[in-house]
């Protein structure tokens, strides 16, 4: 029917009509509020979106779109242009000298189409002749539009009109189904495109005749659907019997070609499309004329769930117990089961050639590969057999003048001569390929099928898909988790590794992982995967994260901070986590140490495997009984440094060298609970000399008191491996480990908490910048005035401590930012009662530089400043025996404040602000290197 004939039915179905009222589109959209851009929904696609959208795309409907247009909303003016492209009719050249709309302009880019549809009753204003073309779409206003395109408005009309009969009406032809809306929201581009799809199967409508008193009669055409009669593409049904290698029965001699189908013993052409893999399926084809006047399928899709699918891996077939009727086999818990078969109407598709009078159907099962069973008529008896008996090779040397293929770990050639015989390769994209297109360290899947004629078919899967990532876990029954997905080994790595000739894969190692044809790992390489490293685990949250994830943040073996967000299911020393659970979240944060080293793989940016010094508490016996670090580190291929931690001073007391090897060593806070600041943490990679000394003398064995040995590639765990340095693990101040930095407080006052109590508020400078904080608990403060490390603390009244202005202080906070204790550095008033209580008590050197149990402090008067080498050159005068002592030490990116007592405040400053006579407060750096990592100036 052409275009003028369908606007002139149209037409005088309007008049048919007139008496009841034309309808209207009246009612306002407001899309739900986006922060990012209110034009696009929330709408969370799926497949079946993009298989539709691609759908349309190829019968010419819709214009190519991506995954980020689907979800966008559109209005009513978008779908103007929309309504033409469905109808097959052009706007372009049709122009208007007056408008049907009173805010359509008549020289609106569409005026032509919006006239062309108005005229056409397709489109309709409300009763002010307005259309509101920058209104949002709605869902009862997108069902009435394509209602109307598809002839069906007399329908709907008699149905009961807007929106009801519409509704009534779409929902009768299948329009409505999978739609996330309804009503009077915002459509977006995804559902439009599902009701638009649903209406092409409709039947046409078409015009018969006019009678007696001129008003046209119309009926629907059972055999012509809305996509045939607008567009004419018709719809093939029915089962594929046939492809460019073999039919489901071979008694037909007619030839196939490539790119041909065969659908119920007729034949299509498939221009530049591959459908072979539909052979024995129910499919819904759809086809158009070429200029020479024959059918041939641009699409072609399987008919919704009429086709069952059976899979059975060839290790798990019972072929003895095996009869003409029933397939028997193991399922994964070992239970026998079995699928019935068609016997009297069977076809069996043996490696892609029919086997015609196969004779017993257990003597066509394969040994190795699986086969795949088609019912096709929905009565659960297979109807088609696929039988797969097939190899795979990864590819080594190539010997194309002989058609031969070496595989690249037995080397066991493979002949692949198309010469000889009829030989099909396909690509990952089911495109034909050469021969000379195989490369070395491809995949292929390769089956061979005799027949009568002298020659086999051969038909080649190449595969070059690859994944780079950990394996999180081995199942109970072979399966490994990769970046969070379950694969298999395909048979040819199974066997390579039962061979020796690949080591077996275990829990953490991170390699580049090939697939074969089936998605099974069919060959890994771990030197060319990114590695794991090590790293210092400073701390573990849940706040910020979402509920599936945990947050950690790591100090790295790169002297790097990571804070990164885990997988939702994590896997520590091979045992898996759902953190999504409260339960499986509370396991993970018992499972992963604060505090100490750990191996940790990243899948794009977030964690997925770490690695600890644990025992293994999963399975002991299928890793290692003496902890997994150890286990997966020899097993892999992981990036080893030189290192050791020489602080360059006079006397063994500070020295430390690393005998020589492969060394990561890491220099962090003396406290339970880890600081923030980077400053506090270290990574050491220089090596001098092939011994150790802790305090006077050498020593031979691992020190085990304050440090942690880690191996990195041993067998055996010694001091040449990874060392960990932190601060020894005292009984003293452990909430004092939110922050070691020295602040100035600058003033003290009252205000209520979040539960309305009232809570002394403590104003305090770090580094120049004023913070505060309120307590907890007034009469309860963790208080202590000793280097934090070792303070031992007392819990006291506030009041009770004595603070005031300008004293320096260390401070812990909760979560919820409550001081909870409190450690006093220095006193500022020399005249106070308080003055032994504090960690400085005047002059004071306490540095202990190379002592590991934690970080120091002194308090002197500035000598000297090389701000060029950045070394402040200070002296201590004690009281107890008036000797004065000059100190130098580097100051590395120490924070300088200088505190004014006159005006009760701090600045930040830099080292070239420090004079000489200038009363400092210096906090060194935790660990073995003699640096400052803050000094504070007090005037």
């Given amino acids: 029917m052409s275009n003028l004939r369908r606007i002139v039915s149209t037409v005088l179905i309007l008049a048919m009509i007139a008496a009841s009222g034309v309808f209207t589109l009246g009612v306002f959209a407001e899309a739900e509020s986006n922060a990012n851009d209110p034009m696009v929904s929330d709408v969370t696609l799926n497949d079946e979106d993009t298989v539709i959208a691609e759908k349309l795309t190829t019968f010419g409907i819709i214009d190519a779109v991506g995954d980020e247009d689907l979800v966008k909303y559109l209005t009513r003016a978008d779908m103007i242009g929309i309504l033409m492209k469905y109808l097959k009719l052009d706007g372009t050249t049709t122009s208007a000298d007056t408008t049907p709309f009173l805010d359509v302009s008549v020289f609106d880019p569409q005026i032509g189409a919006y006239s062309m549809l108005f005229k056409a009753g397709y489109i309709a204003g409300d009763d002010n002749k307005m259309y509101r073309p920058n209104d949002l779409l709605t869902y009862n206003e997108a069902v009435t539009l394509i209602v109307n395109a598809m002839g069906y408005k007399m329908f709907a009309v ?269 690509n990952a994209g089911g495109k034909s390929m050469r021969v000379g297109d195989i490369l070395a360290d491809d995949i292929l899947t390769i089956m061979e099928t005799d027949n009568d004629k002298g020659y086999k078919l051969i038909t080649v899967y190449d595969e070059r898909k690859s994944l780079e990532g950990t394996v999180e876990e081995i199942t109970s029954d072979n399966k490994y988790l990769i970046d969070g997905e379950y694969y298999e080994l395909a048979y040819n790595l199974d066997g390579y590794i039962e061979n020796g000739e690949l080591p077996p894969l275990k829990a953490g190692t991170t390699a580049t992982f090939y697939l074969d044809h089936e998605g099974k790992l069919a060959n890994y390489e771990r030197g060319t995967a990114t590695t794991a490293i090590y790293g210092f685990v400073a701390g573990v949250d849940t706040k910020g994260s979402i509920s599936s994830r945990l947050t950690l943040k790591i100090f790295t073996q790169d002297a790097t901070w990571v804070t990164a967000e885990t997988v939702d299911k994590v896997n520590v020393d091979g045992e898996r986590y759902s953190v999504g659970t409260d339960e499986g979240r509370k396991q993970a944060l018992a499972a992963i140490p604060v505090g100490e080293v750990v191996l940790f793989t990243m899948s794009g940016d977030k964690i997925n495997y770490i690695d600890t010094a644990r025992i293994n508490r999963g399975n002991p016996s299928k890793y290692s009984d003496t902890g997994n670090l150890n286990e997966i580190a020899a097993g892999s291929e992981f990036e080893h440094r030189n290192g050791m931690c020489n602080e360059k001073g006079d006397g063994s007391l500070n020295k430390f060298v690393v005998k020589s090897g492969n060394c990561i060593i890491f220099s962090t806070p003396a406290h339970d609970e880890l600081l923030d600041n980077l400053e506090d943490y270290s990574v050491t990679t220089s090596l001098a000399k092939n011994y150790y000394t802790v305090g006077a003398g050498q020593y031979n064995q691992v020190v085990t008191d304050g440090y942690f040995v880690y191996n990195t590639g041993e067998d055996d765990i010694n001091v040449a491996s990874c060392i960990l340095l932190r601060g020894s693990k005292s009984a003293g101040a452990s909430s004092l480990g939110k922050s070691s930095a020295f602040v100035v407080v600058t003033k003290i006052s009252s205000a209520i908490n979040d539960e309305g109590e009232m809570r002394t508020k403590l104003y305090y400078d770090q580094n120049g910048s004023e913070l505060s904080n309120l307590l907890k608990d007034d009469d309860k403060v963790d208080y202590s005035y000793d280097r934090a490390g070792a303070a031992q603390p007392t819990q006291k009244k506030f009041s009770e401590i004595g603070l005031k202005i300008g004293d320096v202080i260390q401070l812990a906070t909760d979560e919820k930012g409550y001081i909870t204790a409190i450690n006093v550095a220095y006193r500022i008033d020399p005249n106070s009662t308080l003055k032994t209580e504090a960690w400085l008590k005047g002059q004071q050197y306490s540095l202990s530089f190379g002592n590991y149990n934690g970080e120091g402090a002194a308090s002197g008067i500035v000598k000297k400043v090389n701000a060029t080498d950045k070394i402040l050159q200070f002296s201590v005068t004690t009281e107890t025996d008036g000797v004065e002592k000059v100190y130098n030490i580097g100051t590395g990116s120490a924070g300088v404040s200088i505190y004014r007592q006159d005006l009760e405040k701090a600045e930040s400053a830099n080292l070239a602000a420090l004079m000489e006579g200038d009363l400092v407060l210096i906090r060194s750096s935790t660990g073995f290197a003699a640096t400052a990592a803050q000094i504070l100036v007090i005037r």
């Fill in 158 to 426: 008699r149905n009961g009109g807007y929106p009801e009969g519409y509704l009534y009406t779409a929902n009768k032809y299948g329009l409505l189904s999978g739609l996330r809306g309804n009503g009077q929201n915002p459509i977006p581009y995804c559902d439009l495109y599902r009701i638009m799809e649903g209406s092409l199967d409709a039947d046409a409508v078409v015009q018969r005749y006019f009678g007696a008193d001129g008003e046209g009669e119309f009926e629907l055409q059972k055999d012509v659907s809305v996509l045939e009669e607008i567009y004419g593409i018709k719809e093939i049904k029915g089962v594929v019997t046939g492809n460019e290698n073999t039919r489901l029965l071979s008694s037909n001699s007619q030839l196939i070609d490539m790119n041909q189908i065969e659908i119920e013993n007729v034949i299509y052409d498939t221009p530049d499309l591959v459908y072979a893999d539909y052979l024995g399926r129910r499919v819904i084809a759809y086809a158009e004329e070429n200029d020479q006047k024959e059918y041939e399928i641009i699409y072609m899709e399987l008919d919704g769930n009429k086709n069952r699918e059976f899979e059975v891996q060839a290790d798990d077939l019972l072929i003895d117990e095996t009869t003409s009727s029933r397939i028997y086999y193991e399922d994964e818990n070992f239970k026998e089961k079995h699928i019935n078969v068609d016997a009297a109407n069977l076809s069996v598709i043996y490696n892609g050639k029919s086997r015609t009078g196969y004779g017993q159907l257990k003597n066509t099962l394969p040994k190795s590969g699986y086969i795949v069973g088609v019912d096709n008529t929905g009565d659960d008896a297979v109807d088609v057999l696929f039988v797969y008996e097939f190899k795979n090779i990864v590819v080594g040397t190539i010997d194309l003048y002989n058609y031969k293929f070496y595989d690249k770990y037995t080397n066991e050639a493979t002949i692949i001569d198309p010469d000889k015989d009829d030989v099909r390769i396909y």
